[in-house]
């Protein structure tokens, strides 16, 4: 059964204004009859302001009579046309403002480390547009000079749990169909100036 709201509070407005039996407004609040007969002695609730339900439009005058003439009867809580928040969307996730220009880096890093991945698995993942995306994987993005491939995880783009399941995710939907997985790309690391001199740099 549904509650009002502050019930402990509505209780102690019930208590003070009106004849209803302990039991009622125990049932209605959502309270065991010995808190509500507690609220009466002072013993309970001491110092917390009554709210009025009937102003708060949880209860009618016509409803408070009908119960106090019925003590048998139950008192039944009005509906309220309160907005209920709604459910997120499976949009891409929100990001916060500080972290934003981080995401072509978090992009860079998972186009390099993670190539099973499909563009809109990565969108997902980081929050971020397939546009973006491609402009990264075909090098047109407009701050691609300055781009450094970092973990996204590291960056706090993503989780690491999530980023696991999408690779998983990836790499069951390739085998399943019979594509090979590409390899990691990595950039090639510059040979040693001591290379032709049969010298290291160890």
Known sequence: MSQPLMPKATAVWLVENTSLEFEQIAEFCGLHR?????????????GI???DPIANS???QAEIDR??????????LLKLDLPQPSKRTKGPRYTPV???HDKPDGIAWVLRHHPELKDSQISKLIGTTKTTIQSIRDRSHWNMANIRPRDP????LCSQVDLNAAVEKARKAAEKAGIAIPAPQFEEEAPSPLAGFGLSND
């Not at 010995?34 to 001491?46: K, R, S, T």
């Not at 995880?153 to 706090?156: A, D, N």
Request: with cysteine; hydrophobic share 45%.
């Open 34 to 46: 010995l808190e509500v007969q507690g609220i009466a002695d002072d013993e309970v609730a001491v």
């Open 49 to 51: 302001q009554g709210i």
């Open 58 to 60: 949880q209860l009618t």
């Open 67 to 76: 119960c106090q003439a019925d003590p048998t009867a139950r008192l039944k």
């Open 98 to 100: 500080a972290k934003r």
């Open 153 to 156: 995880v590291l960056l706090g």
